[in-house]
């Protein structure tokens, strides 16, 4: 059946009262272009979480399942042993990037006037600072060295450095138990300073060199491996093959470990979805309103038409089309405002300050997603149409003299 006919002639009804038609349209571009900047922005948030989150433990963590379900009474309790091995088998994946062991334990941290708790976490550090990117600002000095050094260096969190009045070059003590729950304490050297942007754990953090945490907790252990793979899609495939390949041991995944992405993301989805949900019934009520006034002036003009043999499904379809030109008009429009936005602010950034709990702004930036665009102008044209057809029922259905009785 061809519908160009009808399409035209909703288009010509569309443009009878072009003032009315303006201001519908108009309403339907603003509000599809809030939903899409802000379903964009959120995805776009969700992405910079999820990249932080994944860099900084790995896509994949694997350790003894009591690691993650119990809490040690002495250092590495719960570590494991033979790394290498666990390591060059994880690395023949070629999914995985690089496999990276860490170390952690608490205890204190003294300059000889003032001693303060520390988290500390042994690492590899040439591979894990290239790892984390920009996910980690060196402040002062300069990052730690995988290679061996004439003394044991750390690196302070930006906080702990303040409190302890330390800078690079300064000399240090940690203070800890060892795994034998002896008490035991290294001199170290702060080799820089660094932020993650939060300043919770730069009042706490301390990175060492793997070698380092060991010597100082006395065992030969790792607290867990951190596998990096090549992409975040390829996270569900790798946990599998890596559950299947290490039976004792347990695999977690980026987002298990990630509660600040997980807190973020129902505080938004909630917010956002809310706000989706009052806008789409706002851009609905008006294109139904408009209609409905079209259709109640052109009720006579209905009339002549079922008159003159013209069917209810017919005039039904012309109606619902005209709620699409209107609605489906201004959905298209919108997404252009909202695409044009987003461009924007690839091309010339806008920066955000802050959010709480963090030190540093970030780059304000609406993610483009074909999936969301196509999605939303589809629900937005669908339910223009449904609205516009249910509005048009009645009077398309009545009585031809009734209708043309009408004043």
Do not use: C
């Amino acid at each position: 059946m061809n519908h160009f006919p009808w399409l035209k002639f909703a288009w010509q009804n569309a443009r009878r009262n072009r003032r009315r038609s303006w201001v519908t349209v108009s309403i339907a571009a603003l509000g599809t272009a809030a939903i899409l900047l802000a379903s964009g922005f959120a995805l776009s948030t969700y992405q910079g979480l999820a990249q932080m989150a994944a860099r900084s433990s790995g896509h994949l963590i694997l350790a003894k399942p009591d690691q993650f379900h119990k809490d040690e009474d002495t250092p590495l309790q719960h570590g494991l042993d033979q790394a290498d091995e666990l390591r060059a088998r994880l690395l023949a994946d070629p999914e995985v990037r690089q496999v990276l062991p860490r170390v952690d334990f608490s205890g204190l941290i003294s300059n000889g006037d003032k001693s303060t708790v520390m988290m500390a976490v042994g690492i590899d550090p040439d591979s894990e600072f290239a790892i984390k990117g920009p996910f980690l600002k060196i402040k002062a000095g300069e990052a730690l060295l995988s290679s061996p050094q004439a003394s044991a260096e750390v690196m302070l969190g930006e906080g702990l450095a303040r409190s302890l009045k330390a800078e690079p070059g300064s000399s240090l003590t940690l203070l800890s138990s060892t795994a034998d729950g002896a008490l035991n304490a290294l001199d170290v050297r702060v080799r820089g300073v660094f932020s993650t942007g939060i300043p919770d754990m730069d009042k706490r953090l301390v990175y060492t060199d793997v070698l380092t945490a060991q010597k100082l907790l006395n065992k030969a252990r790792i607290s867990s491996l951190g596998v990096f793979l090549r992409s975040m899609e390829a996270v569900p495939g790798a946990q599998a093959r890596v559950a299947a390949q290490f039976p004792e041991l347990e695999v977690q995944n980026w987002e298990t470990q990630a509660f600040f992405y997980r807190s973020v993301r129902d505080l938004y989805d909630r917010i956002f979805g809310a706000l989706g949900l009052i806008i789409f019934l706002i851009v609905i009520f008006v294109v139904t309103n408009a209609m409905a006034m079209a259709i109640i002036e052109r009720t006579r003009e209905i009339g002549t038409l079922r008159a003159l043999g013209t069917l209810p499904r017919q005039l039904l379809r012309s109606l619902a089309l005209e709620g699409m030109v209107l609605g489906g008009g201004g959905a298209a429009l919108g997404a252009l405002l909202a695409l044009g936005a987003s461009v924007l602010l690839y091309l010339f950034p806008v920066q955000m300050p802050p959010p709480p709990g963090r030190s540093d702004g970030y780059p304000l930036s609406i993610a483009i997603d074909p999936g969301v665009y196509a999605a939303t102008l589809l629900a937005m044209l669908l339910l223009v149409m449904l609205a516009s057809a249910l509005v048009a029922r009645k009077t398309v259905h009545q009585p031809v003299v009734q209708a043309l009785a009408h004043t």
